[in-house]
């Protein structure tokens, strides 16, 4: 589904360049369960940038099923990203003047989807907050709006859910309960990406890739 060959990123350049990726090989296929672990400054939001069609790389190839991703203009690549990536941040990333109910319609909004109430509800069950629904993000618990993210990235129905740091700001009971949610969404067909520093989190994965200097160890 996803392949990386000799993937390189730079930032800068001449004195001022940082080669945070260095030759990244790597293949994902459909429904996995990954992890990417890596210490600070590693180059994994380098990667998830780049495997979530965010920013363009410096060399090498990303073949995503059939498409040359690495081909790709930016507004190709916002293209590509619409019809295939869903993002779970650290920060959740919700819209605070909104209900938890219509930010997990926004996706099918925009998509002018039919039949959004079933879809929306059937997602908020899925993470376990439907009596949660009408609440603003403000009134939930850091583990309740992150079940919130989760549940609008299902209904964007992406075949692919990139999450970066998604326990970064939850205790550890609360980061166990979000990462078994991730587990039943990848149960269900999902491939879930997970970017993470946090090992206890990364061996709920299928697979861990350790990134270290830009480079898959
Ligand atoms: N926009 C940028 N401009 C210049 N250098 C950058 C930029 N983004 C990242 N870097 C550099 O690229 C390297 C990899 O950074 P990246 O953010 O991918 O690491 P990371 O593993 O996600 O770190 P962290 O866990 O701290 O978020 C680092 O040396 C960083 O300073």
Known sequence: MIELVDVKKDYGKGDYCTHALQGI???????????????????KSTLLHIMGGMDQLTSGVYRYNDEVVSDYSLAKLQDFRKRNISFVFQNFALMNKYTVYENVEMPLLARKEK??????????????IENLKNKLPTQLSGGQQQRCAIARALAADTPIILADEPTGALDNKTSTEIMSCFSEIH???HTVIIITHDMSVASKC??????EDGKII
């Open 115 to 128: 039949g959004r109430k079933k879809i929306v509800m059937d997602c908020l069950e899925r993470v376990g």
């Open 25 to 43: 090989t790597l293949k994902i296929e459909k429904g996995e369960y990954v992890a990417i672990v890596g210490t600070s400054g590693s180059g």
């Open 187 to 189: 149960k269900a067909g």
């Open 206 to 211: 299928q697979r861990i890739v350790r990134i």
